[in-house]
């Protein structure tokens, strides 16, 4: 398997140098640069596989390098940056980051996400070799041919809305989904319905498909921002 492919998009020197050696002591490729220009540049020529990206860039803002990839790619953003407001997060998302890393951050923590974003690579990876009408995550199944959802081999009955959220998470498996952003994909806009309804939806899923909805295994929350399916070990 050729090694993951990182472009580091920071100008602070000394994080640059930690994310740098980070990524060396888990022998991934890696590329450095400065500016907001240049990541566009190397998104395009250098093809990474995962974007770690600050938003505090001398000569352009992140949300609007993460909206010009976005205008012609699906790579996986992974926004590192310093501003810790739920506003921030939600509009980095909403542009179409996968991720959010608040600084400072833990090694650990970082590799962590990252090791999510590259999972989510392998997966688009196989869906294009051979497109699956089967979704499979742990002991949750989802037969999207049929529309029917089991697990551990039940069938578990859900209703249109409850299906309908399930899958646009599903097909988002490791990526954070902000709640406009699923409020826009199921209702077509949030004038309908707002983030408390979004909650009693979420919270009837859940308690289908979680073995103990008070400590869910498959839908992260993350407060004030949105919903994350995690991926499980099958």
């Not at 938003?55 to 810790?84: C, F, H, Q, T, Y």
């Not at 009955?157 to 952003?181: D, I, M, Q, S």
Request: aromatic fraction near 6%.
């Amino acid at each position: 398997m050729n090694k993951p492919q990182i472009l580091i998009v920071e100008d602070d020197k000394a994080i640059a140098n930690l994310i740098a050696t980070t990524l060396e002591t888990q022998d991934y490729n890696y590329h450095r640069v400065k500016t907001g220009s240049a990541a566009v540049l190397d998104a395009l020529t250098y093809r990474p596989d995962v974007i770690l990206l600050d938003l505090g860039l001398p000569d352009m803002d992140g949300v609007e390098i993460i909206r010009k990839i976005r205008s012609w790619s699906n790579m996986p953003i992974i926004v590192v940056s310093a501003r810790s407001e739920d506003n921030d997060k939600v509009t980095a998302l909403d542009a179409g980051a996968d991720d959010y890393l608040t600084k400072p951050f833990s090694v650990d923590e970082l590799l962590a996400r990252l090791r999510v974003a590259l999972r989510r690579v392998r997966s688009d990876s196989e869906k294009n070799n051979h497109e699956s009408s089967i979704y499979e995550n742990g002991n949750l199944k989802i037969d999207y041919a049929a529309g029917c959802v089991y697990r551990d081999g039940t069938e578990i009955h859900l209703t249109p809305l409850e299906y309908k959220l399930l899958c646009l998470l599903a097909r988002n498996t490791g990526k954070v989904l902000t709640h406009n952003y699923i409020l826009g994909k199921i209702w077509g806009s949030s004038d309908n319905y707002d983030t408390p309804s979004l909650r009693v939806f979420m919270a009837t899923l859940r308690k289908k498909i979680e073995t103990d909805p008070g400590h869910p295994e498959y839908i992260q929350t993350h407060v004030g921002v949105g919903y994350r399916m995690i991926r499980k070990n099958n």
